[in-house]
């Protein structure tokens, strides 16, 4: 039904391709149930923009790592990863409070471009700069060639935008990184002396993505509208 209405793209919250994250955001999916509805899917031609989410206490530099290649290996059209945000009100921000792992109260920088806190399997600036690191991996220059080389055109055109935000974030970002290893360091792996100090500034890449991507469909849609119009006539 969804092809038949003209879908041809889709936005769909993975979350994580770390089984053990999925549960412990009481995610009813497993890697499998994602693995065969994302095939499923793609049976139908619609492409899939995969939005996904790093810094869970089950999350390592590894894991982060493997959902990239997940995504990769998937075949998702686009990606948005970010860094996990806990919102006041919710069991997790009451968490970190009580831990005293929240190291920015500002909330301008809970949007899940810029991390917050500090993770449990690897360093708060780690996290940031990894997350960085998965962007630009998924909108590599092979990548984006290589849908050239299959005529491909559409997601050629997609992950180019992709690359182009992410390298402007990258170099928005570079302060913040080096910020919150300064930070880390500083503070002896503790963040209870500076946590109210910390200033971060970022670019909301995924955002622009997301942006580019609207646009470019909306186009596409005009552009099919049009040529029914003219085989009507």
Do not use: C, P
């Given at each position: 039904l969804m092809k038949k209405s003209g879908c041809f793209y889709v936005y769909i919250g993975l979350e994580s391709a770390n089984q053990?994250?999925?549960e412990a955001m009481d995610k009813s999916q497993t890697v499998e149930d994602m693995e065969w509805s994302i095939k499923k899917i793609?049976?139908?031609n619609?492409?899939?923009?995969?939005?996904?989410?790093?810094?869970?206490?089950?999350?390592?530099?590894?894991?982060?790592?493997e959902t990239v290649k997940f995504a990769k290996r998937m075949k998702i059209t686009s990606v948005q990863f970010m860094t996990l945000v806990p919102l006041p009100g919710t069991p997790i921000?009451?968490?970190?409070?009580?831990?005293?792992?929240?190291?920015s109260h500002d909330w301008a920088h809970y949007d899940g471009h810029v991390v917050v806190f500090k993770p449990?399997?690897?360093?708060?600036?780690?996290?940031?700069?990894?997350?960085?690191r998965a962007m630009l991996h998924f909108y590599s220059w092979r990548r984006i060639i290589g849908r050239l080389f299959k005529?491909?055109?559409y997601t050629m055109i997609i992950r180019a935008y992709g690359r182009k935000f992410v390298r402007?974030?990258?170099?928005?970002?570079?302060?913040?990184?080096?910020?919150?290893?300064?930070l880390y360091h500083q503070a002896g792996n503790s963040v209870h002396s500076a946590s109210e100090k910390l200033q971060l500034k970022a670019r909301k890449t995924s955002d622009d993505l997301k942006e580019s991507i609207k646009h470019l469909n909306l186009d596409r849609i005009r552009r099919a509208k049009a040529a029914r119009l003219e085989r009507g006539r």
């Open positions: 053990r994250a999925l793609h049976s139908y619609i492409n899939i923009h995969g939005m996904f989410i790093f810094g869970t206490d089950q999350d390592t530099i590894s894991t982060i790592r921000f009451d968490n970190m409070k009580n831990e005293d792992r929240l190291i449990k399997g690897m360093t708060y600036w780690e996290l940031q700069k990894e997350t960085l005529f491909d055109i402007k974030g990258n170099r928005a970002n570079k302060d913040v990184t080096r910020q919150l290893k300064r």
